[in-house]
């Protein structure tokens, strides 16, 4: 079946716009994490949704970050006011149902600000 | 000191050879535990899963977890050119907020 997918798989732009990032996980997994993960690096977890309902964004780098995920399916990691330090690759994840589902990742967003 | 430590290589084998990639832990209430392969340009594909401690091997790939000395290791053998790319560890205490190591890159060369 189809994988997690993400878009845009490219997105520049210019310091202080606002962009959206969108996900769309595996079809029927109820949990969906967002990742970033910065050059050389390991992904950093940022927030964590099962269902619709938000359980963890203790990862969040600050309040310019904002996800969502209103039906339970596709989220939108929204940042306003990029700054140049938000330069990274973000990735979605998702799992299914019960206590062993591991986390099945998409090929992410590069996202660079100029 | 970051909760996950992975030496970074580079590690290059050649073709037929066993890798060998692992990583150490500060957090002892880590008890699940991935092992994700990364090509360039694309996400992480996981690899091997496993849960508390003890060995788990998949075809040509064999994953083993210490807990008492927070230690994990990832085997493969007969390596292929195919292998070459960065190898992630990853862990957690409730299977959610996941903790990386910062990859192991390798090359196996034909």
């Known amino acids: 079946g189809a994988g997690v997918s993400q878009s845009p798989r490219y997105k520049v732009a210019k310091r202080g716009q606002d962009v959206a990032l969108r996900c769309d996980p595996i079809s029927g997994h109820v949990s969906l994490f967002w990742y970033q993960q910065a050059l050389g690096q390991g992904p950093e977890f940022l927030t964590y949704?099962?269902?619709?309902?938000?359980?963890?964004k203790s990862g969040l780098p600050s309040d310019r970050f904002f996800a969502e995920r209103p039906e339970g399916s596709v989220s939108t990691l929204k940042i306003q006011r990029t700054q140049q330090e938000d330069s990274a690759v973000y990735l979605c994840a998702s799992s299914g149902r019960g206590q062993y589902q591991p986390q099945h990742f998409g090929d992410g967003t590069r996202l660079s600000i100029l | 000191q970051k909760e996950v430590e992975q030496d970074p290589g580079p590690l290059s084998v050649p073709e037929g050879a066993i890798v060998s990639l692992n990583c150490t832990y500060s957090?002892?209430?880590?008890?699940?535990f991935m092992w994700y392969r990364q090509y360039s340009r694309k996400g992480p594909e996981l690899l091997m899963y496993?849960?508390?401690?003890g060995n788990k091997e998949d075809g040509r790939f064999t994953a083993q977890v210490d807990k008492s000395s927070k230690y994990i290791s990832l085997f493969i053998r007969d390596s292929q050119p195919s292998d070459s790319a960065t190898y992630l560890c990853?862990?957690?205490?409730?299977?959610?907020?996941?903790?990386f190591g910062a990859g192991t890159t390798v090359t196996v060369r034909a």
């Open positions: 949704f099962q269902n619709e309902a938000q359980l963890d």
């Open positions: 990853a862990m957690s205490p409730l299977n959610y907020k996941l903790s």
């Open positions: 957090n002892s209430a880590f008890q699940y």
């Open positions: 496993t849960y508390s401690s």
